[in-house]
């Protein structure tokens, strides 16, 4: 077999340069675990870390602490040296949010523990997205005596996909809708961190497979479009590696023309080894190929976590996904006869 033509490495700036990472990707594809690798990652290399989580359940903490998996909430929970993780409630930040500005403390927390506010709030859009990225970029802003930040990193498990472009989306609209006030003002505040190319960097997560793959593409394009984030590389994760040692490459082929009565000692019979061998082929030219149409169809590299058969069993796996996530992104090689 002719080897795959190499990856051309690509030098971009580390993700540990910036200031704010907010990572997406479609459900399933591993955002939160490339979340708490990046984490883990940057507290090992000195930085001082806060990953916040926006969604409705906590499952940093799964991946990030053994059992029983404690509980981190919106004042948030130090599991490793250096690193910290939150779950960014809206209604606790809503509160923050309205008891400086307005006071009256006790007052504010009760309204919002009424359940008709509650339901009004719920059919407003919009509320959510906004004064969850208010209060990241109040942790953004959070300074030490000495004037230093109070976090180096800030990593963000941001909604999937779907939910993605709106999140990131509204101080944009809100700005454009509101013309003067707090809440424009604040909405500026919250667009300008999220544009900034030198603080900023969304982290879109795929996988190497024809849904996540177009998909990314899609997210990728209408963010350039309408909400003008930096995005300088894609994580494709779960990718299978070359099944076979060099100089076997064809062991599948190889397996597949023994005859079926053939006993090769202490093994499982030949055609079932031929069906696995020929599966991990099937599965690492998949990857391989949707791998080259994400780079193709975004114009941008990419870093490739691989596929950990046994997923998540300990800090020696997020040690090995941190080293592949760090690693200098890559172009594969493109055919430009392809199609999307």
Known sequence: MVPSPQPAPVSLPSILERRLVIVTGKGGTGKTTVTATLGLAAAAAGRRVLLAEVGPQEHLAGVLAPAPVPVVGYEGRELAKGLRVMRVDPYEALAEYLSLQIGLHGIVRRVLRNQAFRQLMEASPGWRELITLG???????????????????????APATGHGLTFLDVPRVVGSTVRAGPLRRHAGWVEALIRDPE???????????????????????????????????????????EPFPPGIQDLDARLARLPA?????????????????????????????????????TGLPVVTLPHLARGITGPADIERLGTSLLAAPVLPPIDPNAGS
């Not at 963010?223 to 003008?228: K, P, S």
């Not at 093994?267 to 149409?293: G, I, Q, Y």
């Open 199 to 241: 603080r900023t960097l969304l982290l879109p997560v795929a996988l190497g497979e024809e849904l996540p793959a177009r998909e990314t593409a899609e997210l990728i394009g209408r963010l350039r479009d309408q909400v003008g984030v930096q995005v300088d590389r894609v994580i494709v994760n779960a990718i299978t590696p």
């Open 135 to 157: 209060k990241i970029w109040q942790l953004e802003q959070l300074r030490d005596d000495g004037a230093g930040p109070h976090y180096d990193l800030i990593v963000v498990d």
């Open 261 to 297: 009565d053939t006993e090769l000692p202490g093994a499982p019979p030949v055609e079932r080894l031929a069906a696995c061998a020929a599966h991990l082929r099937a599965r690492c030219d998949l990857n391989r190929r949707w791998t080259v149409e994400i780079a193709r169809s």
